[in-house]
């Protein structure tokens, strides 16, 4: 592994001098702590992350964002998000076992288009290539859409078509493609483009007019053959040369107890989580070291102590062999820490 060197902030927190430290003077904190504390007195509680408890809180975000809707199977329908997401069920689509169902069943829809969504959902946009690399990706919207018959899970015999919201023409994005993830509501696993192979899915994404309050506006088109998780993605495109970045969380953090993130700015929704934690230097990187050099980002970490959300956002500028340190987290709320990731520009 290449020195690391630049761009090193708030030093004074970073677990790189905190080794040092304890190297240097650990033998005599031990020596006298044990020479003046009485032998029954016990250390104050000391508020700790709590890994379990963020992750939690991720499934718990997905689950309230769910919404709803009831279906007549025989006839089908078209249900609409309260962020202007549209379904499109035809007659007979609901199956169990092979076999068409009957009645009502209950459709659930979650849509994602912000990015505090992404983060606090813990659905980051990080995609995969067909021979394993993962790379970064920018996304149009994620949905997760679902059918159940009591306490059946119900499959789908044919083709429902997701509309996305409302875009102005001038903001879209003719690259995107359909990308899948897991099926389950809890499931994140990386985001694999649709093709022939999955589910014998098409891939393609059909971009119509539509006519909303403002005039003109467009729609991103799709069709899905199974439930799950889809997303309206394309490839983040880098260009000059690249970098790894490390993030140098404050000592007590890790991979168990906070997530990070990576942040592209001016990007909206090309947001990477920062999933690799080397245990050797003890920092988070990225699986693909290919950020750009010069490119402007936020590091954003979060986790929960004792119920609350404690969270860092941090703006930079990639340098080459980049290491970031986060010298502390702070207490907040999660509808303010949305408001603050929203915010990002």
């Known amino acids: 592994m290449k020195t690391q060197t630049q761009n090193f902030t708030n030093l004074n927190s970073s677990k790189l001098v905190n080794k040092i430290l304890k190297n240097v003077i650990g033998l005599s904190i031990v020596v006298f702590f044990g020479s003046c504390m009485p032998d029954n007195e016990v250390e104050p509680y000391q508020p700790q992350p709590n890994g379990i408890a963020l992750n939690n809180r991720f499934e718990n975000n997905r689950i309230d964002d769910v919404e709803e ?61 067909a021979n394993g690399d993962k790379e970064a990706l920018k996304s149009a919207g994620e949905f997760f859409i679902d059918a159940k018959q009591g306490a059946n899970e119900l499959e ?14 001038g903001d879209m994005d003719w690259n995107m493609k359909l990308f899948r993830a897991g099926d389950d509501l809890n499931d994140t696993d990386n985001w694999v483009e649709a093709d022939e192979d999955n589910n014998g899915e098409p891939d393609g994404v059909e971009f ?18 199974s439930f799950g998780w889809s997303n ?12 790894e970045i490390f993030v140098d969380v404050p000592e007590g953090y890790d991979a168990d107890n906070c997530a990070v993130f990576l942040y592209y700015d001016g990007e ?29 980002v936020h590091i954003i970490v979060v986790t ?19 290491i970031e340190v986060i010298s502390s987290l702070s207490p907040t709320t999660q509808t303010a820490l949305e408001s603050l990731i929203n915010s990002l520009p």
Do not use: C
Request: aromatic residues 10%; charged residues 20%.
């Open 156 to 169: 789908l015999l044919g083709m429902i078509e997701v509309t996305s919201r409302n875009v102005a023409p």
């Open 268 to 296: 909206n929704t090309a947001i990477a989580r920062m999933d690799v934690y080397n245990e050797t230097n003890e920092m988070f990187t990225e699986h693909y070291g290919l950020i750009p050099i010069g490119l402007e």
């Open 69 to 129: 809707f009831t279906v007549d199977a025989a006839s089908g329908g078209i249900i609409t998000g309260s962020q202007g997401t549209k379904v499109n069920f035809p007659p007979n689509v609901f199956g169990l076992n092979g076999s068409p169902v009957t009645g009502n069943v209950t459709v659930q829809l979650i849509e994602i288009y912000d990015k505090s969504d992404i983060i606090l959902k813990n659905m980051s946009t990080l995609g995969e290539r």
């Open 304 to 322: 929960e102590i004792d119920g609350q959300v404690y969270y860092a956002m941090q703006g930079t500028t990639i340098v080459d062999d980049h």
């Open 208 to 225: 119509r007019e539509a006519q909303g309050a403002n005039g003109v506006m467009a729609t991103y088109n799709f069709d899905l053959g």
């Open 232 to 243: 309206l993605d394309r490839w983040y495109s880098f260009t000059g040369p690249k970098t």
